[in-house]
């Protein structure tokens, strides 16, 4: 009873932040009469008033977010084409993130270089774990499976990490940001001021559900390496 009641509870621990960010974005994404642009609408705008030069705006199928490479907020359709208060919320979030860019923000910078690095080592970590236990055979030694192990584990780590130092970033882009612009332009109402901070909030945990998911992952091949 008291194992099942564990494995319960860390599963709650795993997947509940994704489901309430995922449950918070559908609750408050149908479209609302009294907010006068959609989010793209809206990302455009803010992007034109504190002349965020060369940043674009333009729909994705693969995740909200702003590339500071190549200087593009990019939104998914619903958020995009919406005129609920998910899309203008997530459309401020992202804008917000062109901004600690325009800024120079240090954090920012670090993580855009850390992360595609950080994605091919989590990528190959997968092919070292796999291999491990082959190459244990073939030695007949535990020092090469021991370090192909330690190196591939050592990549679900380091994701994991990243994804956790970018939530202060993120949480500076959704109340730093892009809730004083959405409360001081009056481009919601204060009554729907609750509504998008847990919006906001939401926005911000996405990267902690990202680094739950690295945690199961991680604990998922560590059984299997331990049953072989």
Do not use: C
Request: zero cysteines; charged letters at 20%.
């Amino acid at each position: 009873m008291f194992f099942a009641a564990g494995i319960i509870t860390i599963l709650a621990l795993i997947f509940g932040p994704s489901f309430w960010v995922k449950f918070v974005m559908r609750r408050y994404s149908s479209e609302k009469k009294e907010i006068p642009g959609t989010g793209g609408e809206l990302a455009k705008h803010l992007i034109e008033k504190f002349s965020l030069k060369d940043v674009e705006v333009e729909v994705t199928d693969l995740g909200d977010h702003y590339d500071p490479i190549e200087k593009k907020v990019r939104l998914l359709p619903q958020n995009y084409e919406s005129k609920s208060l998910t899309a203008i919320a997530i459309a401020a979030h992202e804008v917000g993130h062109a901004i600690q860019d325009h800024q120079g923000d240090r954090r920012l910078a670090a993580r855009t270089k850390m992360a595609p690095i950080v994605d091919k080592v989590a990528r190959w970590s997968v092919a070292m774990i796999s291999l491990s236990p082959l190459i244990g055979i073939i030695t007949r030694h535990p020092m090469p499976f021991s370090l192909l192990l330690l190196l591939g584990l050592s990549g679900f780590i380091a994701r994991m990490m990243i994804h956790l130092v970018t939530l202060p970033i993120e949480f500076d882009a959704s109340f730093s940001k892009a809730l004083p612009i959405l409360r001081e332009g009056n481009y919601v109402s204060q009554s729907n001021e609750k509504a998008v901070n847990r919006i906001l909030r939401a926005a911000s945990l996405t990267y902690v559900s990202a680094a739950l998911a690295d945690i199961l992952n991680l604990g998922r091949w560590i059984v299997i390496l331990l049953r072989r």
